[in-house]
C-alpha cells in the first residue's frame, strides 16, 4: 500500500483476502482513536479508584487535625492548615503521616475538664437556637 492511498480519517484495507474470506473493508482511525483514548482514560480512572480510599483518608486525617488545632489554638482553617504544614515541613515527616499521629496522640490524652466539657453540652445542645431563619427560599 503506498501513501496514496491513506487517507487520514480511513485506512484503506483489502476487501477480500487470498482465500475469498472478506477481510475489513475499511478501518476507521477515529474509531481506532476513540478506542485507545477510551482504555487510556479506562486505566486513568483504575488508578484513581485505587488511589481514592488513602486520598479520603488522609485528607479526612488532616482535617480532624486542623479541627483539633482550630478548637484548641482558635485559628482559622487556613492557619490550621499552615501551622501543621510548617510543622511537616520543619520534621521532615509528611503532612498525613504528622496529622494522623497528632489524632492518635490527642485521642489518649486526659479528658478535658468537667467544667469545659459541661460549657460544650450545653453549647451543643442549645446551638440550633442561634442559627438565624434561612429567608428567600
Not at 41 to 48: C, D, H, I, L, T
Request: hydrophobic letters at 40%.
Amino acid at each position: 500500500m503506498n501513501s496514496s492511498e491513506w487517507d487520514d480519517d480511513v485506512v484503506q484495507q483489502p476487501s477480500t483476502s487470498a482465500t475469498g474470506d472478506t477481510a475489513l473493508s475499511n478501518l476507521n482511525v477515529r474509531s481506532f482513536r476513540f478506542w485507545f483514548d477510551e482504555a487510556r482514560y479506562e486505566s486513568r480512572q483504575e488508578v484513581r479508584d485505587e488511589a481514592l480510599p488513602d486520598l479520603v483518608e488522609n485528607r479526612a486525617a488532616i482535617e480532624q487535625a486542623k479541627g483539633v488545632m482550630m478548637a484548641v489554638y482558635r485559628l482559622s482553617p487556613g492557619q490550621a492548615f499552615r501551622v501543621l504544614q510548617w510543622r511537616s515541613q520543619e520534621t521532615n515527616v509528611k503532612l498525613r503521616t504528622l496529622a494522623k499521629r497528632l489524632i492518635h496522640e490527642v485521642s489518649s490524652m486526659a479528658p478535658m475538664s468537667a467544667a469545659v466539657q459541661s460549657q460544650f453540652d450545653r453549647l451543643l445542645l442549645r446551638v440550633h437556637e442561634r442559627i438565624p431563619p434561612e429567608t428567600g427560599c
